[in-house]
């Protein structure tokens, strides 16, 4: 601040004198001149004055005008990041939203425990009385008995049959056999031996729910045994009309490479074969 009115100082004394001179040298000149005007063209020159003191600051001067923009600076390097403001106030609760879409089906859920038991309710009234029921199907019994006396001696094929007229196609034959036989075990063949009895309806084995057979298995040569022996068994899926039911003997599934020594019936002892038809078995 004293610098700068220091320097103000002696910018205005300089500026006097200045003036001052220029004061000096116009009255000099007037002096001359008409000096020269009087004496003809004699030329006198002055001496030159001490310069006056600087004169004072002007009043400054208006603001001049807005200078051409110029260009656009490189882009400065980025500033560091600042302090974290403080945590703001919490918004007003929003409204509810839209529904979503229905999420997908969960898994069953376990059984639960089983409860109590509830009370006894009240007694409901009696229902009205139903109508009287269509007249049902009543199976007739129908049955049939062949009895023969006769000593066959072949080991496999047809033994004896039977005509049997059955009345409905949904029932099922009941048939039984009983008679004697055996099966004997030759030396020159086999130690074992094992014939098959067996029913046929129609010429084929019954199918539903299977055949009906009787086995005599034999292991040993030394016997001969003649016994009264039955077989049994239900068959159905049968057309109704004329049946065909015959007795069969041959060898057993699991020794048909040899051909054993079978016999059906004894002397004066009677076979038989039994048919009926009945109803057909629960599902």
Known sequence: GK??????????????????????QESTNSTVGDSAHSHGDQNFSGVPGVPG??????????DGRDGIRGEKGERGLPGGKG???ERGLPGQKGGVGAT??????????????????GRQGLSGKNGEKGRKGDKGDMYLLNWKQCVWTNDDSRNSGKIHGCQFMKQV???ALHVVYSGVNRVFCSKDKSYSCCSRW???FNESECSTPD???????????????????????????IPSGNVTVEVHVGNCRRHMS??????????DSPSHILISEVPPSQQ
């Open 3 to 24: 610098k700068r009115e220091l320097f103000s100082i002696m910018a205005g004394k300089r500026l006097c004198l200045m003036l001052i001179l220029l004061s000096l």
């Open 53 to 62: 003191s600087p004169g004072r600051n002007g009043a400054p001067g208006r």
């Open 83 to 85: 302090i974290a403001g």
């Open 100 to 117: 979503g879409p229905l999420g997908i089906k969960g898994n069953s859920g376990k059984v639960g425990p089983r409860g109590p038991v």
């Open 169 to 171: 196609s949904e029932s």
């Open 198 to 200: 067996y029913f046929t």
């Open 211 to 237: 055949t009906i057979d009787l086995i005599n298995y034999q292991y040993s040569s030394n016997g001969n045994p003649r016994r009264t022996r039955q077989m049994e068994g239900y068959c159905e899926n």
């Open 258 to 267: 040899t051909v054993y020594d079978a016999r059906t019936g004894w002397y």
